[in-house]
């Protein structure tokens, strides 16, 4: 089974308008870290926003935002006013805390989603 | 200013022969690991590394060697490399610190074999 998954293989977002990213995941553990990464055509993987499972409240990071849902083991990213320079790939991952350092705590991602802005 | 390099950033080379990526970072981290993405795969780790002399496989290490001779450096070795290991790898460290620990990125190198 898949341990993250991204439904969404492409999305259009016009300009400064909002876009949602979806993001389910699976795991047994309690403690775990979900992140975003951003992939530009030049390929470079850029940090975006992280939440951890304790964590009550939704993490944000200027533009960006996680959207928390634990009981649906969802973690989905908002992106408010889009930008043209938002237009990427982008990927959500997971690490588990059951025994960090170990097979269990290395980032696993999901397939991506690529977002393209229109002017 | 904290960062992982690695070199190259392209190679093509032929199939078989041997070639190594190397990579290192700066920032005393405990955790290097490697991965290569594949279109509609996303990234899939081949090896990690806990801390020196210690590696392990990941999801996909067939055909691949690894090292953690020093705290800084993981280089990737391919002995004979083989078109289907054509492929955008990563190395990425972090510190050890439990599950929510951001992972840095190399800039990848972009490797064909033909």
């Known amino acids: 089974a898949q341990k993250i998954t991204q439904t969404q293989p492409g999305m259009f977002v016009q300009e400064k308008e909002a876009v949602t990213l979806d993001c389910t995941y699976d795991t047994s553990d309690q403690s775990y870290g979900l992140f975003w990464y951003k992939q530009p055509s030049s390929g470079e993987m850029i940090f975006l926003i992280y939440q951890g499972s304790y964590d009550e409240q939704n993490a944000t990071e200027g533009r960006y935002s996680l959207n928390f849902q634990k009981a649906r083991k969802s973690a989905n990213l908002v992106i408010s006013a889009s930008q043209l320079g938002d237009s990427a790939m982008y990927f959500c991952a997971m690490r588990e805390g059951r025994s960090y350092g170990g097979s269990q705590g290395n980032l696993i991602f999901g397939k991506g989603t690529k977002l393209s802005v229109k002017p | 200013e904290a960062q992982v390099t690695q070199n190259p950033r392209y190679l093509i080379t032929v199939t078989g022969k041997k070639l190594t990526v190397t990579c290192s970072q700066n920032m005393n981290h405990e955790y290097m690991s490697w991965y290569r993405q594949d279109p509609g795969l996303g990234l899939r780790q081949i090896y990690y590394?806990?801390?020196?002399?210690?590696?392990d496989k990941g999801d996909v290490p067939e055909g691949y060697k690894v090292s953690r001779k020093e705290k800084r450096n993981f280089p990737l070795i391919l002995e004979s490399p083989s078109p289907n290991q054509t492929s955008l790898y990563f190395c990425?460290?972090?510190?050890?610190?439990?599950?929510?620990?951001?992972?840095?990125f190399g800039q990848g190198t972009r490797l064909t074999v033909v």
């Open positions: 590394s806990m801390n020196v002399e210690v590696t």
């Open positions: 990425a460290s972090s510190p050890r610190g439990g599950p929510v620990t951001e992972a840095f």
